[in-house]
């Protein structure tokens, strides 16, 4: 059976390293030393569940002697009524055990999504800041999904499914041991299948959820697009797509159940044989007399009663796989080394140098060349240059996201990727559009950056950036729940909770990334007034799309190709008739009602 | 990738005929796959037959084996059961093929019509369906919608089994048959009443996951912000503790649902007493032999299988009914802009109105608008219809000039023809300029777009060249006037398609070079090549705003309405890119919304709104010299 190219892609677009086999071993034992008493209780409690359960073929097993037999009634009466005894202990200890189980699986499941999320809120700035969050998402969502599944609903019937097999297996052998003999017919049969079918399924069933993953991105992208695909005329060909993306997920299915087919017929053929063998040689041992006919045929009634937990613990082998390498990805993100080793070293000023810089994405492909530049603290300095000339690289550098390939950016003489996070949090901070608000109430979306912050500091802050009116006329208050499905916020009212959050964190020096920045001229005037709350009395680098930021700036830093082109103040580089002063007069050529700041208009700006 | 052939196509003819009433729809789709119905029905039947001869066979290998020493009928007998078993795993499998056959049939199909209905409604869906239900729909939705089809196999397996094991039964024994057939039943529907009884429990803690899996999701959707402003140990906090309360009410849940699984010993466990209790006095008084004692003890343990199926088949059919009635609920939405039925004129297969883009006579497109019947070369509808390459008018009936913008006959008021007018407004676009609209809440400036370019819903008056277009069918707006919106979608799959199909490369990279994208191009790894991810992820906003530029450039239609096209690039980007838009746009008709004065000055006509209504039109240097309240908005950065 040849495989689909498909396949072998690899289906997810990976940023995040994924833990190996043997680091899923080591923690799914950590998991079982950790939790090696409740599942100790639970195993118990299920072997002696299943043991009352093997009562009724022994039962059978005895009546079948006494009808063809003994005949004695009395006889027959204590043996249904110690069928009936046994059925009450077992629906005892089965609620018993199924209930430590699933007590079990929430605990490990617990523990294991906690452990994911604590060590996914650490993953390094840098890595957050060039990779974003796609990879992220998606682990969140898929695979502690396909993991969820495992420990909560498989975790418990294998353990039942389990020890129901061991258990057999053990009263089997009591009852007579020469007869069990003829069980190994069933793994003989499998073996191979069942090999197979696992080496296949694996990738298998992996790229079936690639493409429905993509179907419901396409269909997502499409519900959330029908105003551009209306406008556009693309209708026809979004259907198109949906009806390739289908097929994809047709041809994956196929692949599947031609696994599947390959499979199935086996079990059946195993399980049948089982049955027949062990009949075949339980009534031989019989007639030789070996074992007596009751023995024969409960042995024979227990062959058929390994059927389905047999049939469980292989329905649940591909699951298991699938979980462990979600479970591989869940890892992974706890692998990625930090970013930074903090050297203890604290600032010893608040003023902020790059010397002598270069930065590299990619080894080779400098984005930025020997780049110097000293901050005056307090200043207002605004870069500006075409896209591509590295703004918004030197303004991660400056903002301590991610270390130089070569030179330094340092913070009062210690470079600031020597800094641990809280202390770079107080130095400076990038403010981008992202105004993420998070899922809770609008105290909790403020407290991030000071937890032990009072409503009092909180509504300072909020009146800094003048958004405490709204936030007072909310119905709770500074209790009202925002964020996701609850009270939604404007974008300018999410804007301001991020300013506010600023103010909170109090970092001596902002850098603002307009390039992905709704700070622009026309956004509400009370944005712009909260803005400059913000950053009155900080050092302020801003990377500007609009040139009146530039025109406001203390300095401007003209940049072009990974260099600093002009550096100057607003009035030196107009003089000094360079890029900047040629743009300027294009953009505020006709503007001569700007007063005192009218300049002579020059000739149009071509390129 | 090569796209493999998809089995479970619906003509677009069919698609439309899909009814909008969920048990209709689904009755629609068992017509298309009957077939496999009965194929899964002839493979499903026999399968569960198959598996209830098993306990008669091994009480036959009892009766006929082992209790009498017979070694040929022991031999036989295990042999019947080992046949049986290879009989058992060949159906298992063809069934299984017909089953999954059977769901992606309905699910496939369910899908198609899910989505040409999403395509047919259109921007009206997002305001009648919340989008929470249209995105269940065609998720979650996905995989229900064949469900019932999946177990239809399995369900006449069951019936049919349950029919012969009654009858073996009642054969071999009245009295035992009775108490199988009465009592399984009323086994199975109690245990349907326990597992109802769960399911509202476990709704509870269906909601406390969920909020603690939308917590997680939250947090690793903001966490670059979560990162750069602090707050991750507080963060952890309120998630251990969110986990800590879906820890409890699983644990308080685990009681119950061993409840479940107890009774699921305990009921069918009196059910065996019972059968087993009777069979033994039947045994002993001879009635029936001990094989057929085991045997009965099988069909207890077996018979659970098909009444099982049962419950499932009703389960199934309920969750299979809803969903189709949510697929019908988007299906019964009805589009903004409706095709209206008698303005296509479909039989002479030509545009309709007198209005098409291009110039059929030397088949070239004009200024924007023109008239004539490209079919049949004349002039419709008794419109304008000029020769634009003579400047002079064709037929008889023309009433206006589109390359001169001036009326020639005396249908249209002074002024409404060579404009596109928004009464709503009082906004004048001339066509085949260059115009900006400058308003200080930025939301009018694009209302007045929207309903230009007839994507605003409703009826507004606004009329091209003096005719209006609230009656024209809605694909012929739209093949002459693009609507960009403030923030438009960028979809997935390779550049070259996401910016136009079936044009030479060439033609792509002249759009890309307008809108100053060719850094976004050089970024990108396989060029035009490269696959967008999921709604343009991977891009930046400046480069996305160019990309999209790029893509409205490509459309070619005679009017583009632009919202904002150039906010987020910087204002080196926003000088190159207002130079290279005004060249290649010249001749056609190009509307933006704005108010950066590097668009404004290209702007051959500025027109202000204020409080939603124009008031002012003139150039940039005239506005900025004579209008107040307009240079306060366009230089407003300098002002504070």
Redesign the interface.
């Known amino acids: 059976m040849k495989a689909p190219a498909a396949l072998t892609e690899d289906h997810t677009r990976r940023q995040l390293p994924v833990a190996s086999l043997a680091t899923v071993r080591g923690h799914t034992a950590a998991l079982i030393r950790h939790h090696r008493r409740p599942l100790a209780g639970v195993l118990g409690w299920h072997a002696l569940a299943a043991l009352t359960a093997l009562a009724a073929p022994w039962v059978i097993g005895q009546l079948v002697e006494e009808v063809t037999h003994a005949r004695r009634p009395d006889r027959v009466t204590h043996l249904l009524v110690l069928l009936g005894v046994a059925l009450l202990v077992q629906t005892v200890l089965t609620w018993l055990a199924r209930r430590a189980a699933f007590v079990l699986a929430e605990t490990v499941f617990a523990r294991v999504r906690e452990e994911f999320v604590a060590s996914a809120v650490r993953l390094p700035l840098s890595l957050l800041e060039r990779a974003g969050t796609g990879d992220l998402v998606a682990r969140t969502t898929g695979d502690v999904e396909a993991l969820a599944f495992v420990v909560r609903t498989g975790l418990p019937q294998l353990l039942v499914a389990g020890t129901t097999i061991v258990a057999i297996l053990v009263t089997a052998l009591w009852t007579a041991p020469a007869a069990v003999l003829a069980f190994v017919v069933a793994p003989v049969i499998l073996a191979v299948p069942l090999r197979v079918y696992l080496r296949r399924a694996l990738p298998g069933y992996r790229w079936e959820r690639a493409t429905y993953a993509a179907l419901a991105g396409v269909a997502a992208e499409t519900g959330h697009g029908l105003g551009t695909l209306d406008a556009l005329g693309r209708m026809p060909a979004r259907g198109a797509a949906y009806r390739e993306a289908l097929a994809r997920a047709e041809a994956a299915e196929h692949w599947t159940l031609r696994i599947r087919m390959r499979f199935f017929p086996w079990c059946d053929v195993a399980f049948g044989a089982l049955v027949a063998a062990t009949a075949l040689w339980a009534g031989w041992l019989s007639f030789e007399g070996v074992i007596g006919v009751g023995a024969a045929v409960a042995v024979t009634l227990y062959a058929q009663q390994l059927i389905d937990p047999i049939g469980e613990v292989v329905g649940w082998l591909d699951e298991i796989q699938v979980a462990a390498t979600g479970y591989a990805r869940l890892l992974g993100v706890g692998e990625v080394p930090p970013d930074r080793e903090p050297s203890g070293l604290l600032p010893a000023g608040d003023d902020l140098e790059v010397a002598d810089v270069s930065y590299a994405y990619r080894a080779g492909h400098d984005v930025l060349h020997s780049v110097s530049l000293a901050l005056r603290p307090g200043e207002r300095l605004a870069i500006v240059g075409p896209s591509g000339a590295g703004k918004t690289t030197l303004g991660r550098l400056l903002a301590g996201i991610d270390a130089p390939s070569r030179g330094r950016v340092t913070c009062g003489g210690v470079p600031l990727v020597d800094l641990d996070l809280p202390t770079l949090r107080g130095e400076v901070a990038l403010v981008t559009q992202e105004h993420h608000v998070f899922v809770g109430t609008v105290a909790d979306n403020l407290r991030l950056p000071r937890p032990s912050a009072g409503d009092a500091e909180l509504y300072a802050a909020l009146s800094a950036v003048d958004a405490d009116g709204w936030v007072r006329a909310l119905s709770e208050g500074l209790a009202t729940r925002v964020g996701s499905g609850a009270h939604p916020l404007s974008e300018a009212q999410a804007q301001q909770l991020a300013l506010a959050r600023l103010v909170l964190a109090d970092p001596h020096t902002l850098v603002l990334d307009e390039a992905t920045s709704l700070l622009d001229p026309r956004a509400a005037r009370h944005l712009e007034r909260s803005l400059a709350a913000v950053v009155a009395g900080r050092t302020v680098v801003a990377i500007a799309h609009r040139l009146h930021t530039a025109h406001d700036a203390d300095r401007v830093c003209v940049m072009a190709d990974g260099r600093i082109e002009e550096l100057g103040t607003h009035a030196e580089l107009i003089a000094a008739g360079g890029s900047y002063a040629a743009l300027w007069r294009s953009w505020h050529g006709a503007s001569p009602a700007a007063g005192s700041r009218r300049l002579p208009s020059g000739p149009r700006h071509t390129e | ?1 090569r ?7 619906v003509s677009a003819a069919d698609l439309d005929a899909a009814p909008a009433d969920g048990d209709r729809l689904l009755m629609w789709l068992a017509r298309r796959q009957w077939r496999t119905i009965v194929g899964g029905i002839l493979m499903g039947t026999p399968w569960m037959v198959a598996i209830a001869m ?1 306990p008669a066979a ?1 009480g036959k ?2 009766d006929a ?3 009498p ?1 017979d ?1 040929g009928g ?2 036989l ?3 019947v ?6 009989v ?3 159906l ?2 063809a069934r ?2 017909f089953a ?1 056959r059977n769901w ?1 049939h309905a699910s ?1 199909r369910a ?2 019509v899910a ?2 209905g ?6 009206a ?2 305001r009648e369906v919340p ?1 929470g239900e ?2 269940t729909s ?2 979650t939705d ?1 995989g229900r919608m064949g469900q019932v089809f999946d177990v239809s196999a399995r369900f006449s397996g069951a019936l049919a089994a349950f029919v012969v094991v009654a009858t073996i039964l009642l054969r071999t024994s009245v009295t035992l048959g009775l108490v199988l057939l009465l009592g399984g039943p009323l086994l199975m529907s109690s245990l349907a009443l326990v597992v109802r009884a769960l399911g509202r429990r476990q709704e509870a803690q269906r909601a406390e996951f969920g909020a ?25 906090r ?3 503790a969110q ?2 309360r ?2 409890a009410s ?2 308080r ?3 119950v ?3 479940l ?2 009774a699921q ?2 009921l069918p ?2 059910f ?2 019972v059968v ?2 009777v069979g ?2 039947l ?2 008084a001879g009635e029936i ?2 094989g057929q ?2 045997a009965f ?2 069909y207890t343990a077996f018979l659970t299988t098909p009444l099982r199926t049962a419950v499932e088949f009703v389960e199934k059919l309920t969750a299979t009914r809803v969903a189709s009635r949510r697929i019908a609920r988007i299906l019964a939405v009805s589009p903004d802009h409706p095709e209206s039925p008698d303005s296509p004129d479909p039989v002479n297969n030509r545009p309709f109105g007198g209005l098409c883009t291009a110039d059929p006579v030397n088949n070239r497109p004009i200024g924007g608008l023109c008239t004539a019947d490209p079919v049949n070369n004349r002039p419709i509808g008794g419109l304008c219809t000029a020769d634009p390459v003579n400047n002079r008018p064709i037929g008889g009936l023309c009433t206006a000039d589109p390359v001169n913008n001036r009326p020639i006959g005396g249908l249209w008021t002074a002024g409404a023809a060579g404009e596109l007018v928004d009464p709503v407004s009082g906004t004048r676009i001339v066509i085949g300029s260059f115009t900006a609209l400058v308003s200080a809440r ?1 939301e009018d400036a694009a209302e007045v777009l929207e309903r230009l ?1 007839r ?1 605003a819903p409703g009826r507004h008056g606004v009329t091209w060249s003096g005719m209006p277009i609230d009656d024209w069918p809605i ?1 012929e707006v ?2 002459r006037a ?4 403030a923030h ?2 960028v ?3 390779p550049l070259r398609t996401e910016l136009a ?1 079936g044009r030479p490369d060439d033609e792509l990279l002249d759009a890309l070079h307008v809108a ?1 994208a060719e ?1 976004v191009l050089d ?1 990108l790894p396989e060029g035009l090549s490269t696959h967008l ?3 343009g ?2 891009l ?3 480069q996305r705003q160019r990309i999209v530029l790029a ?1 409205a450039l490509l ?1 070619q239609r005679p009017i583009l309405l632009l919202v904002e096209p150039t ?7 926003e ?2 890119i207002v ?1 290279r838009l005004k060249e290649a746009r010249a001749g056609q008709t190009t509307v933006v919304t704005t ?4 668009v404004l ?1 290209a702007a051959d006509e500025v027109v202000l709104l204020q409080d939603g209504r124009a008031t002012t039109r003139g150039t ?2 005239d506005l ?2 004579e209008h107040t309240a307009y ?1 306060e908005i ?5 002002a ?1």
Request: avoid cysteine; proline fraction near 4%.
């Open positions: 990738m796209t493999p052939p998809f089995r479970y196509a098993q091994i290998a009892i084996g082992i209790v020493r070694r022991l031999l007998w295990s042999a059961i080992a046949g049986l078993g290879v058992i795993g060949v298992a499998t299984h093929f999954v992606l496939f899908n198609l989505d040409h999403i395509r047919r409604a259109g921007p869906l997002t989008a249209v995105l065609i998720t996905f603690l899996a939308a917590l997680g999701t939250d947090t690793v959707a903001g966490l670059r912000v979560l990162r750069g402003i602090g707050g991750e140990e507080e963060f952890l309120r998630y251990a986990s800590a879906v820890r699983g644990v849940l685990a009681g649902q061993a409840l699984e107890a010993v305990l466990g009196v065996v007493l087993v209790g033994a006095r045994a002993l032999s001990a004692l085991v003890f099988g930025p370019g994507t694909g739209r093949s693009l609507v960009s919106p438009p979608d979809f997935s799959g199909t100053n850094d970024a991810e999921e709604r992820r991977s930046s906003g400046g893509r459309t906010s987020a690039v910087d204002a080196h980007t000088a190159r130079t108010a950066s004065p590097l000055e940039h240097a900025v010299r240079r366009v230089t407003r950065g300098e504070t």
